[in-house]
């Protein structure tokens, strides 16, 4: 796995990204069990290590660098606990909730909390609609994040409930991202579109954030 580091570090850097030793390390503890528990339940199609760092974490540091000052943070559909854990290693001070629909992959995310020591972040097994009206969550957070969990319109449905006045959506989107925004969405919110490459295999990644027009 020295080498699946050694590409988290490289390839980070390339997008202009530190990650210390410590915070890849726990990455790489994280990628192992990924691999472990996903030879019993489906939790990545992705199955070379070396694919994994590039696709699940390196993605995930750069959704990290785009963040602003937000304190509380919602990844919708987490799976293997993507992008929600690698961002909790990068931004140690942000309390993090990550939901799924799937119990066994709740159960993944609880152990890797557990075993990577991380505080203020949690793994909750619902449906992401059957917590909009849930005090505990309705418009708390100052970010939700998703990668690839649905189409643009339907999670902006789906995130708004929990956003606070100063909220804000980012949705992770491959190359068609421009194909999901409407001209709904251009009136409500204001738009911000960040373009990154994963540094190796050189596809293109876009980070949409999308504020409520006041």
Known sequence: MQECKQRIKIGSESL???????QANMMILHAKELMAWNKKINLTAIKDPLLIAE??????????SFLGNETC?????????????PIKIMRPALKVVLI????????FLKHIIRILYLENIDAIHARVEDLHENEKYK?????????????????????SPFLSNKGAIYAMKGKHADQEITAAI?????????????PFEKSDRYMIKLSVKK
């Open 139 to 159: 418009n708390k957070f100052d970010a939700v994040i998703s990668r690839a969990f649905t189409e643009l319109s339907n999670f902006i449905a789906l995130s």
């Open 100 to 107: 799924d629909s799937s119990r066994k992959k709740v159960n």
């Open 73 to 85: 943070l919602i990844d919708m559909g987490s799976g293997g606990g993507f992008p929600g854990i």
């Open 16 to 22: 202009n990204i530190s990650v210390l030793d410590h």
């Open 55 to 64: 696709k699940h974490f390196i993605d995930s540091i750069a959704a990290a």
């Open 186 to 198: 251009i009136e409500k919110f204001d738009l911000q579109t960040n373009h990154y490459q994963l």
